[in-house]
T-cell receptor, first 116, second 114 residues
Framework: EAQVTQNPRYLITVTGKKLTVTCSQNMNHEYMSWYRQDPGLGLRQIYYSMNVEVTDKGDVPEGYKVSRKEKRNFPLILESPSPNQTSLYFC???????????????FGEGSRLTVL | GNSVTQMEGPVTLSEEAFLTINCTYTATGYPSLFWYVQYPGEGLQLLLKATKADDKGSNKGFEATYRKETTSFHLEKGSVQVSDSAVYFCALSDLGPGTYKYIFGTGTRLKVLA
């Protein structure tokens, strides 16, 4: 089954404790992206990647890191989480890549993160 | 910069009522436009899309027409069902040299009462 898988789905952590949210897709998509969803703000893009080893900042990249060493994986790293990073996070992928296009986004089920 | 504005919710309707959720955008160039739907506890999924002016996207009884002259992409459905209760997001794809971003509206929550 074609899907985007995120883990963990739920996490409660404390300020400053490094964490990684994994994202994997099995559709051979070039494009992957991370979003955070907050009430009243909709989805805001954190980082995106147009292909392996090609990443770029979205609209709210502060406090986050990403890497794209393999096509299927795009982990989101919070080196020193703070309470303002409490949010619902979504990973997404698309067949759109360096070749351009208008492909739809395929979303994971979300990871709810609470930073105390 | 590019942006998407959609109507505030929540929108509460009775079953079989007509639905309109307004969406307007600002963009340079010719973005593609999308409507995504998020059911409770789930990720977003594509509802419909349109890639050029005057295109009409449709799916599951929902429709939206890409209106370049009014920079709008309003979502409509003639007769809503309880199962349509969800959050709806309007979005555009922002293509540029070396960049490919999606920009989302803030979402509109729809509640349909039996």
């Amino acid at each position: 089954e074609a899907q985007v898988t995120q883990n963990p789905r739920y996490l409660i952590t404390v300020t400053g404790k490094k964490l990684t949210v994994t994202c994997s897709q099995n559709m051979n998509h070039e494009y992957m992206s991370w979003y955070r969803q907050d009430p009243g703000l909709g989805l805001r893009q954190i980082y995106y990647s147009m292909n392996v080893e090609v990443t770029d900042k979205g609209d709210v990249p502060e406090g986050y890191k990403v890497s794209r060493k393999e096509k299927r994986n795009f982990p989101l790293i919070l080196e020193s989480p703070s309470p303002n990073q409490t949010s619902l996070y979504f990973c997404a992928s698309s067949p759109t890549g360096l070749a351009g296009g208008t492909g739809e986004l395929f979303f994971g089920e979300g990871s709810r993160l609470t930073v105390l | 910069g590019n942006s998407v504005t959609q109507m505030e919710g929540p929108v509460t309707l009775s079953e079989e009522a007509f639905l309109t959720i307004n969406c307007t955008y600002t963009a340079t160039g010719y973005p593609s436009l999308f409507w995504y739907v998020q059911y409770p506890g789930e990720g977003l999924q594509l509802l419909l899309k349109a890639t050029k002016a005057d295109d009409k996207g449709s799916n599951k009884g929902f429709e939206a027409t890409y209106r370049k002259e009014t920079t709008s992409f309003h979502l409509e459905k003639g007769s809503v069902q309880v199962s349509d209760s969800a959050v709806y997001f309007c979005a555009l794809s922002d293509l540029g040299p070396g960049t490919y971003k999606y920009i989302f509206g803030t979402g509109t929550r729809l509640k349909v009462l039996a």
